[in-house]
């Protein structure tokens, strides 16, 4: 009797010992399963789901490195399974631009509507721009885009094209304050519209615009984009009165009320139905998005004090502003604007102007886009800026590749997918 108390003693310890091993064993199979699910489905496959579209890697880096390496765990919950979280980059660590095997993939817009319009660009003959164009690309960063996984995938990528270096929290706490957008659509076909087409102006600040008398064909459009210094008052001859979508970083809005307040830019463009367009450069822009969307001062930063509603004159709308996606401002440089500067060790300096994202977010908007005032290859017979009073030199800041941005715009030009002002010459 005493052996078999001892027996059935031990069986129950090394039953009880299994059952624990067996329990901690498929938990940590769980972790490893969510980890080589992670990591299989941005590197080692590539296969696009629901929301995302995987196309071919640009073979035009100078640097491969290979995502999903040394994925650590995040704390969470006793009990819980916690997400995998990729470790800390600096962009300082890498020599030139690093190109991830999933960095040609972006997410999808599944509220994308179908354009009626026959004359749209997105009917391009150019087999080249057809490949390159992704029309339903997600534009928009919405509230619900952000969570550890999708983190962990931006986290890649320097901004304004992901979160590399930054903190998760803080750009959390600002993305969760986005209102759900009712259409993801930024502008509406016009009922006066019989063919279905959005018709478009896209209006840059360039001196090629000084004495063009632009000003009544540009307001003809449907809609008119304009960004940073839009300055219009004693100017409309040349670039009209009309806005419809006014872009900006939290920088050039700033910026530009400071610098050409004496000029006549006491205050953004405010027209009826005006949709703002934000573009999230860096962690300011996101603290200055926070405090927009709670209407309070910034509480810390570079604008530490400043109340970011007070640069609208009251014409902030939750629903009429909108943020540019990281994966869309991403595509535009990967698909139409990749500067030769990204092999360097300052490539994380360089990006797309304001204008190039304003330009490629009309051509993902409209179907006919006329641009003005934007530089082209005779940028040297005209004055920086159309509001200059005297010819001034144009000025080439580093982190831009103005020449390649003046090539690929006479480009669309000369492909018909654009309209593109080119000076007094061409009318």
């Known amino acids: 009797m005493f052996l078999l108390r001892v027996f059935l003693a ?20 769980t972790i490893k399963a969510n980890v080589r699910e992670y990591c299989s489905f941005w590197v080692d496959e590539g296969h696009a789901t629901d929301s995302l579209v995987r196309e071919p890697v640009p073979t035009n880096s100078s640097v491969v490195t290979d995502a999903g390496v040394n994925i650590t765990m995040s704390p969470g919950p006793l009990g819980t399974c916690a997400l995998p979280l990729v470790p800390a980059m600096d962009k300082h660590n890498f020599t030139a631009l690093p190109q991830w095997k999933f960095d040609d993939l972006y997410r999808l817009d599944p509220q994308f509507k179908q354009s009626e319009c026959m004359a749209s660009l997105r009917n391009s003959s150019n087999p080249v721009f057809m490949e390159e164009f992704i029309p339903n690309i997600q534009l928009f960063l919405q509230s619900d885009h952000l969570n550890v996984s999708e ?24 993305v969760d304050t986005i209102p759900k957008l009712a259409s993801t659509q930024l502008l509406q076909v016009p009922t006066r519209a019989k063919d279905g087409c959005i018709r478009c102006a896209v209006v840059g600040n360039g001196g090629i615009l000084n004495g063009s008398r632009q000003g009544t064909e540009i307001d003809s459009n449907d809609y008119v984009f304009r960004l940073n210094a839009a300055i219009i008052a004693g100017h409309e001859e040349d ?6 979508v006014y872009v900006h970083t939290a920088y050039s809005l700033i910026q530009s009320l400071m ?12 027209d009826k139905d005006i949709k703002y367009v934000l573009i999230p450069e860096g962690p300011r822009d996101y603290n200055f998005l926070e405090s927009l969307m709670k209407n309070r001062k910034i509480p810390s930063g570079a604008y530490h004090g400043r109340t970011p509603r007070n640069y609208y004159s009251g014409h902030f709308n939750e629903s009429s502003y909108y943020i540019l996606h ?9 698909r139409f604007l990749r500067a030769k500067q990204l092999k360097t060790k300052r490539w994380w300096l360089v990006r797309p102007t304001n204008g190039a994202f304003t330009l490629l977010l ?5 179907d006919i886009v006329r641009v003005y ?8 017979k005209y004055p920086n800026y ?5 010819h001034t030199k144009l000025v080439f800041f580093v982190n831009h590749d103005y020449h390649l941005e003046m090539k690929t715009w006479k480009k669309f030009h000369d492909d018909k997918n654009i309209w593109l002002y080119l000076g007094k010459s061409d009318i």
């Open 362 to 366: 009309a051509m993902h908007t409209c």
């Open 151 to 174: 983190w962990n995938r931006l986290y890649h990528f320097n901004n304004p094209f992901g979160y590399m270096g930054l903190n998760y929290t803080a750009i959390k706490a600002a």
């Open 239 to 244: 670039v009209g009165k009309r806005t419809s």
């Open 10 to 29: 031990k069986l129950l310890i090394t039953l009880l010992l299994l059952f624990i091993f067996a329990a901690f064993y498929n938990r940590n199979c």
């Open 326 to 334: 990281p994966d869309f401002l991403r595509y535009v440089r990967n």
């Open 386 to 390: 159309y509001y200059d009073t005297k």
């Open 259 to 270: 610098l050409y307040k004496n000029r006549g830019f006491k205050q953004i463009p405010t």
């Open 373 to 380: 005032g934007f530089s082209t290859a005779n940028f040297r």
